[in-house]
Each structure stands twice: as C-alpha cells, then as structure tokens.
C-alpha cells in the first residue's frame, strides 16, 4: 500500500501521527513517516487533516479530496433539518427521479462505519409489482399472527404475554384492531410500504458486530438529507422484522447470500406539507460530572 509524504509540502505539525488511531503514521528522526502501511484501514483521517496537502494514498481516491467550505456549515439549518423532518406516510402517484435516489445513497456513503469497514450496501425498489409482493408478504405474516392469537393455544399464549405492559401495548396496537387493517389493505391502502414509490432496504454482512449501527447511521443521514431535498421518508421496521424470518421475503427482495438486512425505509413525494414542528419528550439525561 503506497502511502508517502511530499517533503517540500509538509510543515511537520505532526497531525498526521497524532490523529491516526491505527499508528500508521509515527515519528522518526523528528519527521512524520508512514512507519506501518499495513496497519492502514483507509479511514483518511491523515489525508483529511493534513492542511498542506502533503500526504499521497494511492488507496484513496484523491479526485474525491476538496477543502471544506465552513462557511456552508450552518448549525440553524441542521437543527431545523432534523426538528423539522418527518415520517411520512402518505405520498404522491409520483415517481422519484432514479437520479435524485442515487444522489441521497452517494451522500450516504460518506457515513462513519465502524473501523471504516463501509460494507453498507443498499437494495432500492421502484417496481411497483415488487413493492406491492413485499408489502403483500409482511401483511400475510402479520395476519397468520393474527388468525393464530384466535385460536384457544393463540388465546392462552397472548393471555400471558397481556401480563407484560410492553407486550400489552404491542398487542393492543397492533394485534386487536387487525380486522380494521385489513379492511383497509382490502380497499387499497398499503399500512405497510403506504403506497410510496420506493423502498430502500440497507444491509451489511450477517456477520458483522456493527452491521446495524452502520446501516442505521446512514438510514438517519438518508432521511434527513432526502427530506432537505423536499422528500418524504419512513422508516419500516417491520420489513427489517420479517426479512429475519421469512424466506419468501428475502427471495423477492433479492437479498444476497451472507447480508442482513438492518434498516428499511420509504421514499417519496409527500402528499402533504406539513407546516409545524411537533411536540418531544424531555430527554431524560443521567450526567456524570466531576462535582
């Protein structure tokens, strides 16, 4: 891995050693060297924070590197991005431009990843026949559920996980009032995809300890960016739920073999505009602080 400092640009400030949590860059003979390449996981936080542009990485694509432009970094408008955004669930008969989702998932690549792995992946479906055999699929699990909790091995299950108020809650909301659901999936409306043009599912190896992390932090960059661009998002975790179980579903999704999916979400032209920001919870803060 050819990794090399221009001398006659380096100022040896030293930053390049002191911000590589992998020691790749270390001092010798009072000069910044890359003393172990092979330690290198391509995080270029050396490249980043070099303010004389003195280090070349021949792994990293240096056509990406630009300065940064502080003067776009508004704090106001963040704040108001995410104070403002919202899970949509009604959307327009209008189709995303392929080339506006593909500006969202080259943004969302730039998402921290643990140990810089970015193994996040992301299926994107358009087809409105696909859309509607997942959203076919997630409801009929639900409903085999629901036809299950009627029978008298169903009543004496759910009667005793009634006992436990989350399960009670879960129950309550999503189980009892199901013959209403359906009657709305039977008239049209989709109460799992909600009838948007898109679904995005993220992925990431089966096996990785940080695949839902990772995933999740792009699923967040992806809604507030797509919502800054106008659009509308929701996250359905209820596909994310059932693609853990059902076969059938991670076949019509297309998932590969060995990932995971952990975030799902839907995009689209909101069929409302919604013109207030909403009302939160007090976060409830347990500080450690020296007295």
Not at 133 to 152: G, L, N, P
Not at 191 to 203: C, D, G, K
Not at 248 to 253: A, E, M, N, V, Y
Request: proline letters at 6%.
């Amino acid at each position: 891995m050819a990794i090399y400092r221009v001398p006659d640009k380096c100022n040896r400030c030293m930053r390049c050693v002191d911000d590589c949590i992998s020691g790749v860059w270390q001092i010798e003979n009072e000069e910044p060297v890359p003393a172990a390449p092979e330690r290198c996981n391509r995080c270029s936080h050396c490249v980043a924070v070099c303010p004389t542009g003195a280090i070349v990485h021949e792994q990293l694509d240096l056509n990406q590197v630009r300065p940064i432009d502080k003067k776009r970094l508004d704090p106001n408008a963040c704040r108001e991005t995410i104070m403002t955004r919202r899970s949509v669930r009604r959307y327009l008969k209008k189709p995303v431009r392929q080339a506006a989702i593909q500006n969202i998932i080259d943004l969302a690549r730039y998402s921290p990843t643990a140990s810089n792995s970015q193994h996040v992946e992301y299926i994107v479906a358009t087809d409105p026949a696909k859309l509607s055999a997942v959203a076919e699929e997630v409801f009929a699990i639900a409903r085999k559920i629901y036809d299950w909790s009627k029978t008298s091995p169903g009543k004496m299950v759910f009667g005793g996980l009634k006992l436990y108020p989350a399960m009670a809650q879960l129950y309550e909301k999503y189980i009892a009032p199901m013959d209403d659901y359906i009657a709305q999936m039977d008239a049209g409306r989709d109460l799992i995809l909600h009838n948007a043009p898109v679904l995005m599912l993220i992925h990431a190896p089966a096996r990785s300890f940080f695949g839902a992390a990772n995933s999740n932090i792009a699923a967040a960059n992806i809604m507030n960016y797509a919502h800054s661009l106008g659009l509308g998002t929701c996250m359905i975790g209820f596909v994310t739920l059932a693609s853990r179980f059902s076969k059938k579903l991670t076949q019509t999704i297309e998932l590969p073999e060995g990932r995971k999916i952990h975030a799902s979400l839907v995009l689209g032209h909101p069929r409302y505009d919604y013109t207030h920001t909403v009302s939160r919870k007090k976060p409830d803060v347990h500080w450690l602080i020296k007295d």
